[in-house]
């Protein structure tokens, strides 16, 4: 199976600041078939990307996607307080289906 | 509106069969790949499954394989998650979600489920 590695483990930041979240994979899976997702604390996970660089309906501009082969990058240009969260990256291009350990982004 | 409805957090002990349940509204139950995942107390996200209810069709990872079993009602929009002998380690939150109709990423996701399995 696809491992996918996420780094940092935490991420501690000001609000306006740029984040840059990264996801590794073991091999590659097909690039287009990565999505990443944000999980707020006590709620489900949300759909943020697909496609590796694709928003979903509703996602501010200011979160991005961008890799390809095995190099991902998740990007909230300038944050903001309620991005406070855990951010996994997931592959879909190999079954089965894998996510990464996660990202979690803390505001300072 | 687009929502999937989990049924409540359950208390089960070791041994005892539990099936819990997603329920889908705002739109064609059947057309939809509906996918499960675990995320255990503090750690990540796992695929358990997915299920097509338009001819239940099932798609299992290898981890989970054989451990629960996937399956839909489409007469009720419903998908089921169930498992016939539970285990302490089976301790968990469970999700359902709603795949993209051409791709394995998942749209929409239900609010979790929270199973509790302890003598």
């Known amino acids: 199976e696809v491992v996918l590695t996420q780094s940092p483990g935490t991420l501690s930041l000001s609000p306006g600041e740029r984040a840059t979240l990264s996801c590794r994979a073991s091999r590659s899976f097909g690039s287009s078939h990565l999505a990443w997702y944000q999980q707020r604390p006590g709620q489900a996970p949300r759909l943020l990307i697909y496609?590796?660089?694709s928003r979903a309906a509703g996602i501010p501009d200011r979160f991005s996607g961008s890799g390809t082969g095995t190099d991902f990058t998740l990007t909230i240009s300038r944050l903001e307080p309620e991005d406070l969260a855990v951010y996994y990256c997931q592959q879909y291009g190999s079954s089965p289906l894998t996510f990464g350990g996660g990202t979690k982004v803390e505001i300072k | 509106e687009v929502q999937l409805v989990q049924s409540g957090a359950e208390m089960k002990k070791p041994g005892e069969s539990l099936k819990i349940s997603c329920k889908g509204y705002?739109?064609?139950?059947?057309?939809?790949?509906i996918g499960w995942v675990r995320q255990m107390a503090g750690k990540g996200l796992e695929w358990m499954g997915t299920i097509y209810p338009g001819d239940s069709d099932t798609r299992y990872s290898p981890s989970f394989q054989g451990q629960v079993t996937i399956s839909a009602d489409r007469s009720i929009n419903t998908a089921y998650l169930q498992w016939s002998s539970l285990k302490a380690s089976d301790t968990a939150m469970y999700y359902c979600?709603?795949?993209?109709?051409?791709?394995?990423?998942?749209?929409?996701w239900g609010q979790g489920t929270l199973v509790s399995v302890s003598s």
């Open positions: 496609a590796t660089s």
């Open positions: 705002g739109y064609s139950f059947t057309s939809y790949w």
């Open positions: 979600a709603r795949r993209d109709t051409t791709s394995e990423h998942f749209q929409v």
